[in-house]
């Protein structure tokens, strides 16, 4: 049985449909982790802040 142009549209059709699935997971999941964003500034932030303390007082082991 030749389902030549019928596999290609199932391969077409299904391709579409799981590039679909997964930029709509991707773009939930991103915006669900947007207030972690401002978590990680803050945290690097708070650790750029203690490098330079470090480097400042001298005890940065450098």
């Known amino acids: 049985m030749d389902l ?3 596999s290609w549209l ?3 059709v299904i391709a579409v449909l799981l590039l679909a699935a997964v930029l709509f997971w991707a773009l ?3 915006r669900r982790q947007r ?3 401002g978590r990680t ?3 690097t932030r708070e650790l750029y802040d203690r490098e330079e303390a470090e480097r ?3 005890t ?3």
Do not use: W
């Open 60 to 62: 940065d082991g450098l």
């Open 41 to 43: 500034e803050q945290a």
């Open 56 to 58: 400042r007082d001298g």
């Open 4 to 6: 030549g142009g019928a």
């Open 35 to 37: 207030g972690s964003l």
């Open 28 to 30: 939930v999941r991103n």
């Open 10 to 12: 199932i391969i077409d």
